[in-house]
């Protein structure tokens, strides 16, 4: 069924049309897109045609997302490794303030630890994060199935609901390494003030956490030592927050051991995304957003974000019709 002949199904604008709506509407302001469709291609329409477009593109977009699959044109040979990690940032919400948007990022990496390919996925602020855990989750199962070879680490911050969602899916789980070094930098800080040694140790500690297999046992070794010596047993002490997170996630700390394999071994890949899937587009100044419209414009710059899925998901309109 092509897409003229589709007719007007999109609130009266065919699927040529609601596509290029949808598509800027996920990459710019209302205004912009209009004022971008007058001055570059000699349309005038109202703002509220524009939203009346994306929202009945998105309920279609929520409609298929269980349904149809997308391929993702990465040979399975050439994928070593599934990287999965899962973060937050917040968005406003009307009447409500800023609340947490939720991101999950699937990179999927060569021998050598070069990243390949990247699949976004985002959900608005909801009461929990069921709905969130259960569509990152059906993408997680889609990448497995399609590379049944690939090792699956995760990567991520210290959020405890993080890890208590990512070990259920991986086989391994990495501490974000920058996170990590956050912790020395403020343990340094407290022992060595500005010294000429702070910089020192610093280079020398995180050379270590990051190339030595035994260099968080070690460095945590130290710590506790100087802990024991100095007498800090306050819990809110720069130390003290040191050694506790060395010491819950120390299992967590195989940076020498992902770098032999080429794995990943921070968690950047989500933290980019929370800043292009969410921020880039909802925390523009002034702006507020209900639940709904969210999870429209979020679909969509997922589709665009995870290169080949927007055209993929157009050509099933065009093939399939909705």
Same mark, same amino acid.
């Given at each position: 069924?092509?897409?003229?002949?589709?007719?007007?199904?999109?609130?009266n604008a065919t699927p040529r049309m609601a596509r290029t709506l949808s598509w800027k509407y996920a990459n710019m302001t209302g205004g912009k897109v209009l004022e971008d469709l007058q001055g570059n291609h000699g349309v005038q329409i109202s703002k509220k045609f524009?939203?009346?477009?994306?929202?009945?593109?998105?309920?279609?977009?929520?409609?298929?997302?269980?349904?149809?699959?997308?391929?993702?044109?990465?040979?399975?040979?050439?994928?070593?490794?599934?990287?999965?990690?899962?973060?937050?940032?917040?968005?406003?919400?009307?009447?409500?303030?800023?609340?947490?948007?939720?991101?999950?990022?699937?990179?999927?990496?060569?021998?050598?630890?070069?990243?390949?390919?990247?699949? $976004?996925?985002?959900?608005?602020?909801?009461?929990?994060?069921?709905?969130?855990?259960?569509?990152?989750?059906?993408?997680?199962?889609?990448?497995?199935?399609? $590379?049944?070879?690939? /090792?699956?680490?995760?990567?991520?911050?210290?959020?405890?609901?993080?890890?208590?969602?990512?070990?259920?899916?991986?086989?391994?789980?990495?501490?974000?390494?920058?996170?990590?070094?956050?912790?020395?930098?403020?343990?340094?800080?407290?022992?060595?003030?500005?010294?000429?040694?702070?910089?020192?140790?610093?280079?020398?500690?995180?050379?270590? /956490?990051?190339?030595?297999?035994?260099?968080?046992?070690?460095?945590?070794?130290?710590?506790?030592?100087?802990?024991?010596?100095?007498?800090?047993?306050?819990?809110?002490?720069?130390?003290?927050?040191?050694?506790?997170?060395?010491?819950?996630?120390?299992?967590?700390?195989?940076?020498?051991?992902?770098?032999?394999?080429?794995?990943?071994?921070?968690?950047?890949?989500?933290?980019?995304?929370?800043?292009?899937?969410?921020?880039?587009?909802?925390?523009?100044?002034?702006?507020?957003?209900?639940?709904?419209?969210?999870?429209?414009? /979020?679909?969509?710059?997922?589709?665009?974000?995870?290169?080949?899925?927007?055209?993929?998901?157009?050509?099933?309109?065009?093939?399939?019709?909705?």
């Amino acid at each position: 069924m092509p897409m003229e002949a589709a007719g007007r199904v999109f609130t009266n604008a065919t699927p040529r049309m609601a596509r290029t709506l949808s598509w800027k509407y996920a990459n710019m302001t209302g205004g912009k897109v209009l004022e971008d469709l007058q001055g570059n291609h000699g349309v005038q329409i109202s703002k509220k045609f524009l939203q009346s477009v994306n929202e009945r593109v998105g309920e279609v977009m929520i409609d298929k997302e269980a349904k149809w699959s997308y391929a993702d044109r990465v040979p399975v040979g050439e994928v070593k490794s599934i990287a999965i990690s899962r973060d937050g940032t917040t968005a406003p919400i009307i009447s409500e303030g800023y609340k947490e948007t939720m991101v999950g990022t699937i990179g999927l990496y060569g021998d050598k630890g070069d990243r390949l390919h990247t699949i $976004y996925t985002g959900c608005p602020p909801q009461e929990g994060k069921a709905t969130f855990d259960h569509v990152f989750s059906r993408e997680i199962e889609r990448a497995r199935s399609a $590379y049944p070879q690939a /090792l699956t680490v995760a990567v991520a911050d210290g959020a405890r609901d993080n890890w208590s969602f990512l070990a259920d899916c991986t086989t391994q789980q990495t501490i974000d390494f920058w996170h990590a070094t956050e912790y020395l930098a403020d343990y340094s800080r407290q022992v060595y003030g500005q010294r000429q040694e702070r910089g020192e140790w610093m280079d020398k500690t995180c050379h270590s /956490l990051k190339h030595e297999r035994d260099g968080p046992k070690q460095i945590l070794g130290e710590m506790q030592g100087y802990a024991l010596g100095h007498s800090i047993t306050d819990k809110s002490h720069p130390v003290t927050k040191a050694i506790t997170y060395f010491t819950n996630h120390k299992e967590k700390m195989t940076y020498a051991e992902n770098l032999e394999k080429g794995l990943p071994i921070g968690s950047g890949v989500v933290e980019a995304g929370c800043k292009t899937l969410v921020k880039q587009r909802f925390g523009k100044s002034g702006c507020r957003w209900t639940r709904d419209t969210m999870d429209h414009i /979020l679909l969509a710059r997922s589709l665009v974000l995870t290169s080949g899925r927007w055209n993929q998901f157009w050509n099933k309109i065009d093939r399939y019709g909705f």
